[in-house]
């Protein structure tokens, strides 16, 4: 099973397999296409292949469009547009989808005893019991549509780097992760040494731990999934140090797993550590959205209170619960898309609890569809105002934020998203934010930001946390 989980899904084998099959799947459609004339027709043969493969690749960009549409726009499924590779390879897929209709009508249809047409007599299917030609065309052309839907998905899942190995697909290891016990929990009443006072003693752990652990919304009622929380080696020392905090959230839809899987976060901070003597900061990643699909927009509105549960429950039960260094200047929140709109709200409207933010893919600003408009309505009823005084680019224009810091990054081929750093970013600066802003060489709005940007960001983190070098 280990072997299994192991397999990579974005390269190697898989990936050639994928890339066979699917050419494959396209190949034997086009050529079905080549293979069907008219009787009645003059038009050279190319003309005859070319019209009925323009035919079906407008109709599936007309299919394609008004799916997006709907997704972004009637039903707000996404409160943007997805990036142009998703929608090319899924415009194969349907394609696909669409030729494969065509091609089993055609094959039922003469399946009669009908007279051949002229091509008839030659090909793989000549020869073949009229009556079993159209069941062995079903599988054949069954087996070219999956061919081309399994190379679609592999680019699909490439593009996004949520889920490498099997493992992340199936989450198996992620399940596999125990529940935070007692001995990793703060005692009571005992004090940790303060990080620059601590020294590593010999045999310190090489890596950190995972551990799994509920966090109860007490003061805002509301129900998370579960945490996640990464412990650095330092951490499992006697004494313990007084760790730094980062708070992270994932994109939307998506999970707090998908820290784990997509941004490889114990890799990340694993290495940190190494190169800080076993020191990294106490890692949470938390939940804001109760589900994959949900969207809270990480304030308190009609939706959720989820401002509360992220500024009151999440710091009180991290001090409670483990041994970590109360002093805000010490805590800061991040996160990828949606979970890095939600960190700049943590930063900006909360500097007393996270002084610093890492916003990788940043949106503008919260929002549940791409119309503005449905937002405020289903938060706050249509109450602009009061959506209005929540977000980073009010709280920035009205607020001095001196002593705080911002560390931005986008994938350099997600425009949008870069034009939505470099306003941030600006805000920020002018606000009185301590700010770095990167793009993230050949990375789009993928979790590839994400993971590649965490290790600069926590660099900028230490300078600010005195982490020693």
């Not at 065509?102 to 009908?114: E, F, I, N, V």
């Amino acid at each position: 099973m280990d072997l299994l989980d192991g397999i990579r899904l974005v390269d190697g084998p898989v990936l050639w397999i994928a890339w066979a099959a699917g050419a494959a799947g396209m190949a034997y459609f086009l050529r079905q296409c080549g293979r069907y004339r008219p009787r009645d027709t003059d038009a050279p043969r190319v003309m005859v292949f070319l019209l009925p493969v323009a035919a079906v690749v407008l109709a599936a960009s007309a299919l394609l469009a008004a799916a997006h549409w709907l997704m972004i726009y009637v039903f707000p499924v996404f409160p943007g547009e997805l990036p142009r590779e998703v929608l090319a390879w899924l415009l194969a897929s349907v394609a696909a989808l669409l030729l494969w209709i065509l091609h089993l009508w055609r094959t039922w249809r003469s399946a009669g005893p009908a007279a051949p047409g002229p091509d008839a007599g030659s090909g793989p299917d000549h020869g073949l019991n009229p009556a079993r030609r159209p069941a062995r065309t079903t599988v054949a052309s069954t087996g070219a549509l999956l061919g081309v839907v399994l190379l679609s998905a592999v680019q699909i899942n490439g593009y996004f780097g949520l889920n490498h190995t099997v493992s992340d697909l199936m989450g198996t290891a992620v399940a596999r992760i125990q529940p935070l016990e007692d001995a990793l929990k703060r005692t009571p009443g005992a004090a940790a040494t303060s990080l620059s006072a601590w020294q590593p003693p010999a045999g310190l752990p090489e890596s950190g731990v995972l551990r799994r652990a509920g966090i109860p919304g007490s003061s805002s009622g509301f129900e998370s999934r579960e945490a996640y929380i990464y412990l650095p080696p330092a951490y499992r020392s006697t004494p313990r140090p007084a760790l730094p905090v980062l708070v992270l959230f994932s994109g939307q839809p998506g999970g707090p797993a998908d820290w784990l899987t997509g941004g490889a976060l114990r890799s990340r901070m694993d290495r940190f550590a190494a190169a800080h003597h076993g020191v990294a900061p106490v890692v949470v990643v938390v939940d804001p959205n109760a589900s994959a699909s949900g969207n809270t927009l990480c304030m308190d509105s009609r939706i959720a209170r989820a401002d509360t549960f992220l500024a009151v429950d999440v710091p009180a039960w991290i001090n409670r619960t483990l041994d970590v260094d109360p002093d805000p200047a010490q805590w800061a929140a991040g996160g990828f898309s949606f979970g890095a709109t939600c960190a700049m709200q943590m930063v900006t409207r909360h500097p007393e609890i996270y002084s610093s933010a890492l916003a990788f893919s940043s949106e503008k600003e919260p929002a549940l569809a791409k119309e503005r408009e449905k937002t405020i309505l289903a938060a706050f009823g249509g109450d602009t105002e009061a959506f209005d005084r929540q977000t980073p680019l009010r709280l920035m224009k009205e607020r001095r934020y001196e002593g705080h810091g911002i560390y931005f990054g986008a994938g350099e081929r997600d425009p949008e998203f870069v034009g939505y750093m470099e306003l941030l970013s600006g805000a920020a600066r002018a606000a009185g934010f301590t700010v770095e802003a990167r793009q993230i060489p050949g990375a789009g709005h993928s979790w590839e930001t994400g993971s590649k940007g965490l290790p600069a960001g926590l660099d900028f983190l230490a300078s600010r946390w005195g982490v020693p070098q």
